[in-house]
């Protein structure tokens, strides 16, 4: 799968041996690695007062903490050895086992790496994404890494570029929602049968629908202190209020005043989708950095809010991870 916009990271390569190098020795690839673990983990800062710390954390401020199984996703690059390998994978998995999984499972974050010591000044909550960065620190020199994807769960997930050249502390936060609608696939100015001629079955009068996946990826740098690229909680509200409610168990059609005149196409929806969340997403602080519909489990459409500006590792992995 390619998407759009996807720049490969540069992979180091070896000079083209004369003769046909055995088993690709010297050619570049990009491998991915997964692992899991189980952890939990509290937001609460103790400079701040009860109040304020139930204020911005919501839920996550209750001790004793809560738990996720995190899933992570490590790429790497490099050129191919006379094996045919990048790297051994007994040796990748070993270095994620001793430097990460093993450090953290079934244990609770903040007690465990001094990232997460909040009586230190430079301390920060074990949020997702500030987990990536000190699981970065910690592989980086032990594994060739290009790139790191954290599920806390299924519908949330961060992203971290390795590049040199990448602000060191800028990370991308994903969300995934859904919602139900029906649309109708014509432009009016057309006849049916014009319209039948393009859209086929979803030129039909009176409308289907589909069950909406909707991921919605934001970036910025990690805050010090609460280790977070935006106030995940305000995030979800606003696309709840601004795309989910409006959209979920509609006629887009009819009852979007967008689609009245605009086709609701997967691409058509993305962009508004898009259009809706980009100004109130920067009064938040971050930049939205992507948004993908997916219509059914065939198609699918994703708009890159900031493109060409950025190259999009995050969406090569989610390509690489079959995510
Ligand atoms: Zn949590
Ligand atoms: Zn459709």
New binding site residues.
């Given amino acids: 799968m390619t998407a759009a916009g996807i720049t490969a990271p540069t992979i180091p390569t070896e000079p083209a041996p004369r003769s046909a190098a055995p088993h690709g020795r010297g050619r570049g690839c990009l491998i991915t690695r997964r692992a899991c673990f189980s952890a939990s983990h509290l937001y609460w800062l103790p400079e701040l007062s009860e109040a304020r710390n139930r204020e911005l954390f919501g839920p996550c401020s209750l001790a004793p903490g809560h738990g996720h199984n995190y899933e992570l996703i490590v790429a790497m690059a490099g050129p191919l050895d006379a094996d045919g390998m990048v790297l051994n994978l007994s040796d990748v998995k070993h270095a994620i086992r001793r430097e990460v999984t093993e450090p953290l499972s079934f244990r609770c974050l903040n007690d465990t790496w001094p990232e997460f010591d909040l009586s230190r000044p430079e301390g920060r909550l074990p949020t997702t994404e500030a987990l990536l960065l000190a699981i970065r620190d910690r592989l980086r020199p032990h594994l060739p890494i290009v790139g790191l994807r954290l599920y806390e769960q299924p519908d949330l997930w961060a992203d971290l570029r390795v590049d040199p050249a990448a602000d060191p502390m800028e990370a991308f936060l994903t969300i995934r929602t859904h919602f139900a609608a029906a649309?109708r696939?014509a432009r009016p100015e057309l006849s049916q049968a014009e319209n039948d001629a393009i859209y086929g079955k979803?030129a039909r009068p009176h409308g289907?629908?589909?069950n909406y996946l909707v991921e919605i990826t934001v970036r910025g740098p990690i805050d010090p202190r609460t280790g977070m690229v935006c106030d995940l909680a305000a995030l979800q509200r606003l696309v709840d209020d601004l795309v989910v409610e409006p959209f979920d168990h509609t006629f887009l059609n009819k009852d979007v005043e967008h689609f009245a005149s605009c086709v609701p196409t997967?691409e058509n929806i993305a962009l508004h989708i898009c259009d809706l969340l980009k100004g109130p997403i920067a009064a938040q602080g971050a930049h939205l950095h992507r948004v993908r519909l997916q219509?059914?489990p065939n198609n699918a459409a994703e708009v890159f809010a900031e493109s060409p500006v950025l190259d999009t590792l995050p969406a090569a992995l989610a390509a690489l991870a079959g995510a």
């Fill in positions: 649309h696939l979803c289907h629908g589909h997967a219509e059914s």
